[in-house]
């Protein structure tokens, strides 16, 4: 018999009796499930199977029109620590020809309700400078994002998810119209990220291939079309050893 | 002939379009980067509804223009809202609406014609003392509001989801710029006239996306190919004794024209 881990870590996201219906037709019925410190979630689905509805129900962009929400212990609606959270977005989600470099693109991962009308410190450029470093893309910093390949994109939108040193990295079909061996070079930095760094993932995806060999083959539950693959974080090392030094270089 | 650069009408002409070639193309950058060019046309529209009942009712005619403006901005805003997937659903009705408005209000004052006329043209030697306060008014607090919330208006512009996952105020900021969006467009009128106002706080966008490479610089770019147009076009036009919104508004044609052939295709590196 297999010793009992202990799961020592604060729920991140709890989801209660949660539902979405678009019209008529319901994408999401009565979902239980919660999200633990460490883990790192797969959220998988065909195209329409309501993964991104979900997703976009978790992040406060769409209400919930049954159930509750929990971000951290606090009901979505009085949740204000947003810093807590890194987002990085579907690759199409901005305009190509948008004006901005990358090192713009990535600061802005610092702009949030506690910076309004803050100006920006030495501190926050040193931040830009060590995400910048972390995903190595400092020398193509001055670079108009639009002019980057698209693993180059989502490398940037990594380090502007990251530039705050979030509790919780959310991914929403990152790799989406990136080739195939990038897709993977991508996978591998994001799985490395999770086994050394104290960071929650939650990564929406349709591509199951991509995430069966690190959260396993079965998914933990199913709602509708929507299928939950977890790898807990006492998979990745044990939680009395565990060294919360929250640390990202 | 040079004698008209240096009258008192001229000069406040020079004041009021220097101001207003700030404040155009700065609210200009975030209309055009979140696909919302015609919302000065609507609020132009609309504007010259507010100017037409103030002739009538006997109002300074730009403050009626700018009460209408800020009004319409809410309801574009709240329209946007109601057809989600159809954002330019709103600025069709709303900008319809002004002219049916300003239309009734012609009607309604037949003798005042030709004053509405050099709202809908641009009368920009017709600028008096109050006028000038007003632009001046309305410059310090576009500048304030955009310098306080630039970075915030950056990342609204550039991906609104992560500026709502990021806890920003997003329909608030929405609100703010819209509103900035209707201050402008009701001073900007006489300078250019309601029918070419969109132009000023398009065509320097426009331009300066073809040559800039992020965003603090293409929005600095911007305002310089603007105040070329705008003190450009009104020596131009005093010069040579030509419409001086018209004259402002085919340099920015020009320039624009200038800049696609100087360059084929934009700047990406």
Same mark, same amino acid.
């Given at each position: 018999?297999?010793?009992?881990?202990?799961?020592?870590?604060?729920?991140?996201?709890?989801?209660?009796?949660?539902?979405?219906?678009y019209?008529?037709?319901q994408?999401i019925r009565?979902?239980?499930?919660?999200?633990?410190?460490?883990?790192?979630?797969?959220?998988v689905?065909?195209n329409?199977?309501?993964?991104?509805?979900?997703?976009?129900?978790?992040?406060?962009?769409l209400?919930a029109?049954e159930?509750?929400?929990e971000?951290?212990?606090?009901?979505?609606r009085?949740?204000?620590d947003?810093e807590?959270?890194?987002?990085?977005?579907?690759?199409n989600?901005?305009?190509?020809?948008?004006?901005?470099?990358v090192?713009?693109v990535?600061m802005?991962?610092?702009?949030?309700r506690?910076?309004?009308?803050?100006?920006l410190?030495?501190?926050?450029?040193?931040?830009c400078?060590?995400?910048?470093?972390?995903?190595?893309?400092?020398d193509i910093a001055?670079?108009?994002?639009?002019a980057?390949?698209?693993?180059?994109?989502q490398r940037?939108?990594?380090?502007?998810?990251?530039?705050?040193?979030?509790?919780?990295?959310?991914?929403?079909?990152p790799t989406?119209?990136?080739?195939?061996?990038?897709?993977?070079?991508?996978?591998d930095?994001?799985?490395?990220?999770?086994a050394?760094?104290?960071?929650?993932?939650l990564?929406v995806t349709?591509?199951?291939?991509?995430?069966?060999?690190y959260?396993?083959?079965s998914?933990?539950s199913?709602?509708?079309?929507?299928?939950?693959?977890?790898?807990?974080?006492?998979?990745i090392?044990?939680c009395a050893?565990e060294?919360?030094?929250?640390?990202?270089? | 002939?040079?004698?008209i650069?240096?009258?008192?009408f001229?000069?406040?002409?020079?004041? !009021?379009g220097?101001?207003?070639g700030?404040t155009?193309?700065?609210?200009?950058?975030?209309?055009?980067?979140?696909?919302?060019?015609?919302?000065?046309?609507?609020?132009?529209?609309?504007?010259?509804?507010?100017v037409?009942?103030?002739?009538l009712i006997?109002?300074?005619?730009i403050?009626?223009?700018l009460?209408f403006?800020?009004?319409?901005s809410?309801?574009i805003?709240?329209?946007r809202k109601?057809?989600?997937?159809?954002?330019e659903l709103?600025?069709?009705?709303i900008?319809?609406?002004?002219?049916?408005?300003?239309?009734?209000f012609?009607?309604? !004052? +037949?003798g005042y014609?030709?004053?509405? +006329?050099?709202?809908?043209?641009g009368?920009i030697?017709?600028?008096d003392?109050?006028?000038i306060?007003m632009?001046?008014?309305?410059?310090v607090?576009?500048?304030?509001?955009?310098?306080?919330?630039?970075?915030e208006?950056?990342?609204l512009s550039?991906?609104?989801?992560?500026?709502?996952?990021s806890?920003?105020?997003?329909?608030? +900021?929405?609100?703010?710029?819209?509103?900035?969006?209707?201050?402008?467009v &009701?001073?900007?009128i006489?300078?250019? !006239?309601?029918?070419?106002?969109?132009?000023l706080?398009?065509?320097?966008?426009?331009?300066s996306?073809?040559l800039?490479?992020?965003f603090?610089?293409?929005?600095?770019? &911007?305002?310089?190919?603007?105040e070329l147009?705008?003190?450009?076009?009104? +020596?131009?036009?005093?010069?040579?004794?030509?419409?001086?919104g018209a004259?402002?508004?085919?340099?920015l044609?020009?320039?624009?024209?200038?800049?696609?052939l100087?360059?084929?295709g934009?700047?990406?590196?």
């Amino acid at each position: 018999m297999e010793p009992e881990v202990q799961d020592c870590h604060q729920s991140i996201i709890q989801l209660n009796k949660v539902s979405f219906s678009y019209r008529d037709q319901q994408v999401i019925r009565d979902l239980n499930f919660s999200v633990k410190e460490r883990d790192f979630v797969g959220i998988v689905g065909s195209n329409g199977a309501g993964k991104t509805t979900l997703l976009r129900m978790i992040v406060g962009l769409l209400p919930a029109a049954e159930g509750a929400i929990e971000l951290f212990g606090t009901p979505i609606r009085k949740f204000k620590d947003w810093e807590r959270i890194g987002y990085v977005p579907q690759k199409n989600a901005f305009n190509p020809l948008f004006p901005a470099t990358v090192r713009e693109v990535v600061m802005s991962g610092l702009y949030n309700r506690k910076s309004l009308f803050k100006r920006l410190s030495r501190q926050d450029q040193q931040k830009c400078d060590d995400a910048l470093e972390v995903m190595r893309i400092q020398d193509i910093a001055d670079k108009r994002i639009g002019a980057l390949s698209g693993g180059q994109q989502q490398r940037v939108f990594l380090a502007r998810a990251l530039i705050n040193r979030p509790d919780l990295l959310i991914l929403d079909e990152p790799t989406i119209g990136i080739d195939a061996e990038t897709q993977a070079g991508f996978f591998d930095l994001i799985t490395h990220m999770h086994a050394r760094h104290h960071m929650t993932f939650l990564m929406v995806t349709h591509d199951l291939d991509m995430v069966k060999d690190y959260l396993g083959e079965s998914p933990v539950s199913q709602n509708g079309k929507i299928q939950f693959f977890v790898r807990h974080s006492h998979e990745i090392e044990n939680c009395a050893e565990e060294d919360l030094q929250h640390s990202l270089v | 002939m040079l004698d008209i650069l240096f009258s008192d009408f001229f000069q406040r002409a020079l004041v !009021g379009g220097v101001l207003i070639g700030i404040t155009a193309p700065l609210i200009g950058m975030f209309l055009v980067l979140r696909r919302l060019s015609m919302i000065g046309d609507t609020l132009s529209h609309v504007t010259i509804a507010g100017v037409a009942l103030g002739f009538l009712i006997e109002v300074y005619p730009i403050a009626a223009g700018l009460v209408f403006a800020v009004l319409a901005s809410f309801a574009i805003e709240k329209l946007r809202k109601a057809y989600k997937s159809y954002a330019e659903l709103s600025i069709a009705i709303i900008m319809s609406g002004g002219v049916a408005l300003a239309s009734l209000f012609f009607t309604l !004052g +037949m003798g005042y014609n030709t004053d509405v +006329m050099s709202y809908l043209f641009g009368s920009i030697y017709t600028l008096d003392t109050t006028d000038i306060y007003m632009v001046a008014g309305v410059t310090v607090v576009v500048i304030a509001v955009v310098a306080l919330l630039f970075k915030e208006f950056f990342l609204l512009s550039f991906e609104e989801d992560a500026a709502s996952v990021s806890g920003l105020p997003v329909k608030m +900021m929405n609100m703010l710029i819209t509103v900035l969006t209707a201050l402008v467009v &009701s001073t900007a009128i006489k300078i250019v !006239g309601a029918l070419l106002v969109s132009a000023l706080l398009t065509i320097p966008v426009a331009i300066s996306l073809l040559l800039a490479r992020s965003f603090r610089s293409s929005i600095i770019l &911007s305002v310089i190919i603007s105040e070329l147009a705008v003190i450009g076009g009104l +020596m131009m036009a005093g010069l040579f004794n030509l419409a001086p919104g018209a004259t402002i508004v085919l340099l920015l044609i020009a320039l624009l024209v200038i800049t696609m052939l100087g360059r084929k295709g934009f700047t990406t590196t």
